[in-house]
Nanobody, 121 residues
Framework: QVQLVESGGGLVQAGGSLRLSCAASGNIFSINTMGWYRQAPGKQRELVAAVNTSGSTNYADSVKGRFTISRDNAKNTVYLQMNSLKPEDTAVYYC???????????????WGQGTQVTVSS
């Protein structure tokens, strides 16, 4: 079993910054891609940013130049630095990891519980 625990959400004014963290734990053999998704009320969940084990990243067009994703492979942790936040960034942010379980070597797509980010205008 693999778990993801997120932290770092909150309320911030437009133009401000927040840093989200997501740590994976449990019976992990390896983790490939880790990413952040978000879901605003009444909208579908969308990819915000993702990073693989080599450090290659991709971003949604709406956050390019403002958000930076990074990871610490030794700690199985992924971060999302969010700068120049806008009210339209308001959403629940979810961490996701594509992992291989330790004992059975089965692929898993694991989700965190979500953390609320609210940007006031």
């Amino acid at each position: 079993q693999v778990q993801l625990v997120e932290s770092g959400g909150g309320l911030v004014q437009a133009g401000g910054s927040l840093r989200l963290s997501c740590a994976a734990s449990g019976n992990i053999f390896s983790i490939n891609t880790m990413g952040w998704y978000r879901q605003a009320p009444g909208k579908q969940r969308e990819l915000v940013a993702a990073v693989n084990t080599s450090g290659s990243t991709n971003y949604a067009d709406s956050v390019k130049g403002r958000f930076t994703i990074s990871r610490d492979n030794a700690k199985n942790t992924v971060y999302l630095q969010m700068n120049s936040l806008k009210p339209e960034d308001t959403a629940v942010y979810y961490c996701n990891a594509d992992a291989i379980s330790y004992y059975y070597r089965t692929p898993l797509s694991v989700w965190g519980q979500g953390t609320q980010v609210t940007v006031s205008s």
